[in-house]
């Protein structure tokens, strides 16, 4: 597994707004996942972008990777209160290291 | 999409006293779980992978007796904080890997363990 670092450390939005939140990784990787953490909750996994895919759409959330830079972004857009959450980057296979973590505030 | 179901979601305990906190694969097997813990706003540490029918493998620095671990089925992994102390005092989070060889992993809803 790899573990990705997140940046910002914490973004504090309003509601309609988009939120960026960018991930670096030191190694080559198949595949890298956006989990979401709710506070006192377990994750839910997001998104999976392969290693040979450059961006990914589900819903209001777009993700891309750039593997020469070992960097993904993930995008969320027309934020809601209920984005509120710590969002997680990771690289790898089931057996998942986790970074610090992006703790998003999105604001009525 | 799969569910794991962790319980309890929060428990009280004496100092001294063991705690067991189970985690469920619902709707799947799952073959490997993984237990986590996680500190108040820092992410979480991975514990030990709990393989079905085998021993734990711990993660340096985690002390297997300490914290106790049976994946006795391929539905159940059980984590056994065994004579907690206030500073084990944390958010514990399983997850099992994926049917189908998939690459994510489903999450518990965490518990939430106080020792007094």
């Known amino acids: 597994s790899q573990q990705g670092e997140e940046d910002p450390q914490a973004l504090s939005i309003q509601e309609g707004e988009n939120a960026t939140m960018n991930c670096s990784y030191k190694t080559s990787i198949n595949n890298l996942q956006w989990y979401r953490q709710n506070s006192g909750r377990g994750l839910v996994h997001l998104i999976l972008i392969r290693s040979n895919e450059r961006e990914k759409h589900s819903g209001r959330l777009r993700v891309t990777l750039d593997t020469s830079k070992k960097s993904s972004s993930l995008l969320i857009t027309a934020s809601r209160a209920a984005d509120t959450a710590s969002y997680f980057c990771?690289?790898?296979?089931?057996?998942?290291?986790f970074g610090t973590g992006t703790r998003l505030l999105v604001s009525p | 999409g799969a569910v794991v179901s962790q319980h309890p979601s929060w428990v009280i305990c004496k100092s001294g006293t063991s705690v067991k906190i189970e985690c469920r694969s619902l709707?799947?097997?799952?073959?490997?779980m993984f237990w986590y813990r996680q500190f108040p706003k820092q992410s979480l540490m991975l514990m030990a992978t709990s393989n079905e029918g085998s021993k734990a493998t711990y993660e340096q620095g985690v002390e297997k007796d300490k914290f106790l671990i049976n994946h006795a089925s391929l539905t159940l992994s059980t984590l056994t904080v065994t004579s907690a102390h206030p500073e084990d005092s944390s958010f514990y989070i399983c997850s099992a890997s994926s049917p189908q060889g998939r690459a994510e992993a489903f999450f518990g809803q965490g518990t939430r363990l106080t020792v007094v």
């Open positions: 990771v690289g790898g296979f089931q057996k998942l290291v």
């Open positions: 709707d799947f097997q799952a073959t490997t």
